[in-house]
């Protein structure tokens, strides 16, 4: 459901007339936590955009006229899943006769579901659609090269994420060009083999 309940007593030693809570959570990866605070009369909170994958930390104290007391810290981690969402901003950074770079950005952060692991390159050429070819990404790198291309040649690419449960969705596909051969250097190469 993506939410954890979050429920306390009075502490049994208040030192005073207990004036309310203050309660500290987040992920442990991401930074700055949040901070709320509750009267004395609350006694529960629902915590909501709990990612799977990840380990939370949540940091409950109360406070009487002086200020508040020691913290009562409680983690929670929640186990991964396959991803659910697809990466983001595939382009092409550069492209040669028989070769493209490509980057992309991981699956936005609610929808990693764990620790990405590897990624799935599947490209093919537009004209040869049954005939796709796959290239793992390990470790999870964000640019990759691909080479043995045909020159002037549209290309057709998409990626996905995989956490230790799999694979999750491929991410819309684009399309880029190879360069054509350099057809002057041919004719130079040719008339030195001759």
Request: hydrophobic content about 35%.
């Given at each position: 459901m993506n939410t954890a309940l979050i429920q306390w007593h009075p502490p049994v030693d208040t030192f005073g007339p207990l004036q309310g809570y203050r309660l500290k959570f987040g992920r442990k990866d991401m930074e700055p936590l949040t901070t709320l605070e509750f009267s004395e009369k609350e006694d529960h909170f629902t915590a909501t955009d709990i990612h799977?994958?990840?380990?939370?930390?949540?940091?409950?104290?109360?406070?009487?006229?002086?200020?508040?007391?020691?913290?009562?810290?409680?983690?929670?981690?929640?186990?991964?899943?396959?991803?659910?969402?697809?990466?983001?901003?595939?382009?092409?950074?550069?492209?040669?006769?028989?070769?493209?770079?490509?980057?992309?950005?991981?699956p936005v952060l609610a929808e990693r579901n764990g620790i990405i692991t590897k990624y799935t390159l599947l490209y093919r050429d537009i004209n040869i659609p049954l005939l796709p070819m796959e290239q793992l990404i390990v470790p999870a790198d964000t640019t990759m090269t691909l080479t043995g291309l045909k020159p002037d040649t549209t290309y057709d690419v998409k990626v996905r994420a995989h956490t230790s449960k799999g694979p999750g969705p491929y991410s819309p596909s684009v399309q880029f060009r190879t360069l054509p051969v350099d057809q002057g250097r041919i004719c130079l190469l040719t008339a030195f083999l001759l």
């Open positions: 799977k994958g990840a380990s939370y930390v949540f940091r409950l104290s109360a406070r009487n006229k002086v200020g508040f007391g020691e913290e009562m810290v409680k983690e929670i981690s929640i186990p991964e899943e396959v991803p659910t969402g697809f990466p983001q901003n595939l382009h092409s950074e550069s492209a040669t006769s028989t070769s493209v770079q490509l980057s992309w950005q991981p």
